[in-house]
C-alpha cells in the first residue's frame, strides 16, 4: 500500500526576487493537478544558496501566487504538519539525513580541498569525483572531524549497473550508474545541497507528484537512489519542458521579457498570463482556448503535457489579454486603467472615463493607453490628402464644402451625443452626401488623425464645445489655404 496515496504537490522556488513565467507555469501546473485531485498545494521556499538569496523575495512569491488566484495550502505563511517551509530553517534535518546514510555507506565524509578538485577537474579522461575520501579509514575520518577539517558529506553512487525510473511526461529513462558522480549531500557550510534537500523534504512533505522543469530529469536517478538508501517510496515525477523564446534561445530574464511582474507593468491581466501559459507545454482537448482557473482545474491533465518544448508567442497571449479586458466590468477595468492614464499626457486634464469607454475594446495590452490616447495633443497641420475617403466620395473640395457648412450648425447646439448625432445627419441630407463622409470629415478636422480611438462625437464631448469649435475652424483655415 502506498502511503502518498493522497494528492500532494509542491512549488518549490528559489528566492530569486522575481517570478520567471517558466516557474509560475510549473507552479500552475502543480496546483491545477492538487486542487483536481482535492488534494494539497505546498509552498516550499529553496533558500539553500546564500549567494543566491534575495531579501523580500519571499513576497514576490506570496504575491504572485496571490494575484494569480493560488491558494497555498501548507506554506511558510500558511504553517502545517510538515513545517519549517524554509530550508535553511530545516538545516539540523538534513545533517540528521546525511549521517544516517554515512552509517549505512550510502554516503561518506569528504574533505578534498579546491586545490585537489580543480586539479581533477582539470585532468584528462573522466572529470567527475574520484571517490578519493570513500577510502578513509574510520579513524582518518574521526581524527580529522575532531580537527575541525572542513568536510563535505558525498552520495556514494553504485558503480555498477543502470538505474532507471518512469516519468510521466518523458516516460522510461535509464541512466548507466558509472555515469553518475558523488554529487556533494551537505556543502561545507553545513546546509545541503538541492540535490540532497530535494528528496528528503519531498519525502517528509509526503509529496506524491513532483513537478519540475526537466533540467532535473537527468539527476533524477540519483535521487531515486537515496530514496532507496532510506528505504523510502519514490514519489510520481512529472518533468516539464522549457518556455522557449524562439527555437533556440529558452524565455530568460535576459532578454527582458520572462517575469511575472513585468507583465503585469506591461498592462497583462493575471488571470490571462495564467490561462495563456497553462497553454504553453498542456493541450487541453477540443478547441477552446480560454479558461479561467475553475476550467482549467476540471480540464488540467498530466497526459495532455507536451515532451516537446513551447514557444512563448507574446502576440497570443495579447490577443488572449485582450479578450479577458474586453469582459472586465467598466469599474474595474478603470480601476486597473488608471496608472496607465496617469502615465499619459492627458494626466489630471479630462475625464478618464470617457475615454476608458473608448479604449476598453480596443486596446489588447493596458500599456497601449498613453498611445491611444496621444492622438489628442498632437492637434497639427492637416494635409489635404488627409481627408481622400475613396468610399465615402471626399477629396479636399467635398472636405472643404462639409466643414464650412457644418460649422455654424455645429456652433448652433449644445454639444450632446444625441445632438450632435443628429446635426451630422441632418447636414449630410442637406448636402447629399453621406452621413459616414461628415462622420469623418469632421474626426479629422477635429483630430489631424486619420486613425483614432472613437469618433466625432466621442472626441467633441471629450474635448468640449470651445475646443472642439477651435479645432474645426483651425481646420477650415488649412484647407482653404
Ligand atoms: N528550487 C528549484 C528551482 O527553483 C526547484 C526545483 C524543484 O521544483 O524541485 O529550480
Known sequence: MSELNRVRTRFAPSPTGFMHIGNLRTALYAYLFAKQNNGDFILRIEDTDLER????????????????????S????????????IQTERKDIYMKYALELVEKKAAYYCFCDKERLETLANSEGIKRYDKHCLHLSDEEVKMRLARGDKFVIRQNMPTEGISEFDDLVFGHVEIPNNELEDQILIKSDGLPTYNFANVVDDHLMKISHVMRGNEYLSSTPKYNLLYDAFGWEHPKYVHLTPIMKDAQRKLSKRYGDANFDDFIKKGYLPEAIINYIALLGWSPKGEEEKFSME????????????????????????????????????DEFMKKAKPFFDASCIKDRYDYEKFGKLLQSRIEILSEIPEKVAFIDQFNVIEKEQYYHKKFKIDENVALKILEYSIPKLEAIEFTEDNLHATIVKIAEELEVKSGAVYTVLRIAISSCNVTPGGIVEIADILGKDESMRRFNKALEWLKE
Open 53 to 72: 538569496f534575495v531579501p523580500g523575495a519571499i513576497d514576490v512569491v506570496y504575491s504572485t501566487l496571490k494575484e494569480s488566484g493560488m491558494e497555498i
Open 74 to 85: 501548507e506554506g511558510p505563511n500558511e504553517g502545517g504538519n510538515y513545517g519549517p517551509y
Open 295 to 330: 476550467e482549467l482545474i476540471e480540464k488540467f491533465s498530466i497526459s495532455g503535457l507536451s515532451k516537446s518544448s513551447s514557444i512563448f508567442d507574446q502576440t497570443k497571449m495579447s490577443w488572449l489579454n485582450g479578450e479577458y479586458i474586453k469582459q472586465l466590468p467598466f
